[in-house]
């Protein structure tokens, strides 16, 4: 995707590719006068003023008949001329007026290409784009809100913010390097070093946030596995709340990787259910564990799955320890404990809260029934604490995880800012850790960003938005 000036102008359907009541046609760019006088076969009708209308096709006879809206530039979503036509949604009608367009001039839109346009006539920043797009992929109501909240502007208020403390402190320094006669030393300035402390709250409170709405966007992605017949897939389908998976008694009955989503208090999860691990000689079995053990690579947390009845010291999760992933934090849950012959003991069992072997070392571990339901309250609480998801998601703004990642590149940078000033006084290596923490920050909001990094997002997007 080429992000030179736009002087064509382009066409496409912007709602759902399926048959319905309503179907809108949206066209920008110079040409949007000429080529909407064309289909309408009369004048456009004022701007932001709702006209009924007929579309003609290229014989002046009337396609359909609906709704034109006319926005002239530069006070609509992209910032140039936009026609859009409300006809009948049914595919056949919709891809006429296309057409009809196409040969009169424009062309078809590319993915995200009018959200493109919006960015490039500085309509919207690129946090407040990737925004539109979240708020139409969104999961959930509180996901929404976030994705709304991001699209007003608030976190990129938050950026601009760091950005502009960080350019005092540029300034600050950079003076002190330009006046390096000057008889105080602007760097052993205790407002400077404040300043700096000030900064790097703030950098923890932002990256905190964005954390959290990063989790209320792209959801927790957690991998069930274990041994055969643990109730892996039978613990699936109480977190899912229906029968998402074939339960029998039969061993190795899960071959290949079973994909749910479910919501925990407005926080998505992606729950993989895996084939159990064992050795095996059947060839569709072991590339089921193949396959279970490269999404493991992948999850956020990993649920190994043991028979709490069969085998209460959890030396299935110590012998299959080995194929787990070492950077996937992994909780050990007891199943099955409603098969456990003193069940009025077990409330009272510390294996309940804490691991049930030494063994298990830092592992988490949880006891729970996903026939009965016991300890399933205790296990989704156990998954928001571990992504550290707060059910309150009042002022938590959509963020993705390339906005994550720029902060925590900002904040290195300003980390080693501070370092260099403590132990060196070295103010041009100050400026530039400085100059690179801005930079980082600026691809947040697009400020600095290379052209494949925004053909990666935008070509991200639906096609008519």
Known sequence: MSFTATTDTIVAVATAPRRGGIGIVRISGPDVRRIGEALLAKPLPPPRSASVAKFHDDQDIPLDEGIALFFIAPHSYTGEDVLELQAHGGPIILEALVSRAVSLGARRAAAGEFTQRAFLNDKLDLAQAEAVADLIDAGSIAAARAAMRSLQGDFSKQVHTLV?????????????????????????????????????????????????????????????????????????????????????????????????????????????????????SDVVEIEGIRRAQLAMQDADRVLFVVDADADPDAAAFLAEKIQLPANVPVTVVFNKIDKLERKDAFQNDERAVSPGSDALGANAALWVSA???????ELREHLKTSMNFDSNQSGVVSARARHVEALQSAERHTDEAVRQLKESRAGELVAEELRAAQEALGEITGEFCAEDLLGRIFGSFCIGK
């Open 164 to 280: 502009e403390k960080v350019i005092e402190l540029r300034t600050w320094v950079e003076a002190a390097i330009d006046f390096p006669e000057e008889e105080v030393d602007f760097l052993a300035d205790q407002a400077l070093t404040d300043r700096f402390t000030a900064l790097r709250e703030q950098f923890k409170s932002v990256l905190q946030g964005a954390r959290r709405g990063r989790v209320l966007r792209d959801g927790m992605t957690v991998v069930i596995t274990g041994r055969p017949n643990a109730g892996k897939s039978s613990l699936l389908n109480a977190l899912a709340g229906h029968e998402a998976a074939i339960v029998t008694p039969i061993a190795g009955t899960t071959r290949d990787v079973l994909h749910e989503y479910v919501s925990i208090d407005g926080m998505p999860v992606h729950i993989a259910d895996t084939a159990g691990l064992r050795d095996s």
């Open 371 to 377: 026939m009965t339901g016991a300890g399933l309250a």
